[in-house]
């Protein structure tokens, strides 16, 4: 009888001491979920498996064109001309389900497509609801006038405008405080190409997640064709190379091609 008092006093406190630890760990998990539900939208369901971007049982790539996304999106979309700061793009917004699609217009590449998700109460904001409300209401606005509702799956996690927990750091890669990354790599047989997930998320706390897109890496691109990206010409006929940041007018600015460079571009034609 002694010795089992003995045993029971040392299995005991570490009994209590597990239950404790699941408690917290309980306790932890309904705070950081605390409002929220978690649900791929029914609808819309993306899902990202290997290099693929499944949408309703249609597998879009994004390394092809626009064409079979816009096939597969349907065609209620408005199409605004653009530009990201130094190349022309497309925007085609589909408001109805709170998406943008991105094409570069001098290559036909899919840039990026972008999720517009709930901002959180607690967020520093640029600009208040009222501008926000105002911009939305311009005809040709390049912003998506409605929120993309729950969830996109990536790689069997769901992701949404939720706190972030320990399921996406495990799987998503910080870039920076606010920023995480995912690179979808090709399974077997598929015909696509390795492309980014990016998630931006609240400075304050809790963290919440605010922003999501799929991108295309630009390292994929030969550097005659990220030259290309950034070729026009202005009103005078002059030819543009890129561009830069002026520093004392903050504001971007065309670098105009040199002669060399122009001459050089000749040469490697001629070969």
């Known amino acids: 009888m002694h010795m089992l008092q003995k045993k029971l006093a040392l299995f005991l406190p570490l009994l209590l001491c597990i239950s404790c630890s699941n408690g917290q760990s309980t306790a932890q998990q309904d705070a950081e979920t605390e409002g929220f539900i978690k649900k791929i939208n029914s609808q819309h369901q993306f899902k990202v ?19 079979p996304w816009l096939k597969a999106l349907g065609k209620n979309y408005r199409k605004v001309d653009s530009a990201d700061g130094v190349n022309r793009i497309n925007l085609y917004i589909y408001d109805d389900i709170g998406v943008r699609l991105v094409e570069r217009i001098a290559d036909k590449q899919i840039d990026s497509f972008r999720f517009r ?5 607690h967020d520093i904001r640029k600009e208040t609801d009222a501008e926000i409300e105002e911009e939305l209401k311009k005809p040709d606005t390049e912003q998506v006038r409605t929120i993309f509702k729950d969830a996109i799956e990536v790689d069997g996690v769901l992701v949404g405008a939720y706190p972030m927990h320990d399921e996406i750091r495990d799987k998503f890669r910080a870039e920076t405080r606010v920023s995480y990354n995912f690179t979808a790599d090709c399974n077997d047989n598929q015909k ?3 492309f980014g997930v990016e998630l ?5 706390d809790p ?11 630009l390292d994929t691109m030969t550097e005659e ?4 990206l950034g070729r026009k010409t202005d009103e005078n006929g002059r030819e543009i190379c890129g561009s830069y940041m002026d520093i004392k007018t903050m504001s971007v600015v065309p670098s105009y091609c040199t002669q060399e460079e122009l001459d050089d571009e000749k040469k490697q034609k001629a070969k």
């Open 200 to 204: 931006s998320t609240s400075f304050n």
């Open 225 to 228: 064709q990220k030259k290309q």
């Open 192 to 194: 696509g190409e390795s």
């Open 49 to 67: 498996h290997g290099c693929a971007i499944n949408y309703n049982g249609t597998d879009l790539y994004m390394s092809s064109g626009v064409e």
């Open 117 to 121: 998700l709930e901002r959180p109460a």
């Open 207 to 217: 963290e919440v997640i605010d922003h999501m897109y799929f991108y295309n890496y």
